[in-house]
């Protein structure tokens, strides 16, 4: 029988902070949940495209955002802005962004949270 894990979001096993991003980071069997925080001026394809070496980012996203607004772009076109309150599924080949002057706060429930 498998047993109840429990951590704070609040003492993350990681902590990672590079250009306009904040990712915290916790771990949980197979789930990783990240509270993201996404500074004006982020954006997927300037900060990490050169980290991840990829056109677009490849990992599927469950979140749910909790402050701020952030636009996501498909690699096919479509187009979605989210903001306080909305829960979204993002999957792998796309470009997000902060939009206006507040920061993002994305909370992340997902397998990965960057390529491995």
Not at 53 to 78: A, E, K, P, W
Not at 100 to 116: R, Y
């Amino acid at each position: 029988m498998a047993a109840t894990e429990a951590k704070s979001i609040r003492t993350p096993d990681e902590t990672s902070t590079f250009d306009n991003v904040k990712l915290e980071v916790v771990t949980l069997s197979d789930v990783v949940f990240a509270k993201a925080t996404f500074e004006p001026g982020w954006r997927w394809s300037q900060s990490l495209k050169p980290i991840q070496g990829t056109d677009s980012c490849q990992v599927h996203h469950h979140g749910y955002v909790v402050s701020g607004r952030l636009h996501i772009t498909m690699d096919g076109g479509s187009e979605a802005e989210v903001g306080p309150g909305d829960v979204v599924t993002i999957p792998p080949g796309h470009d997000a962004w902060t939009v206006g002057d507040e920061p993002c706060v994305f909370f992340d429930f997902s397998t990965q949270v960057v390529p491995s």
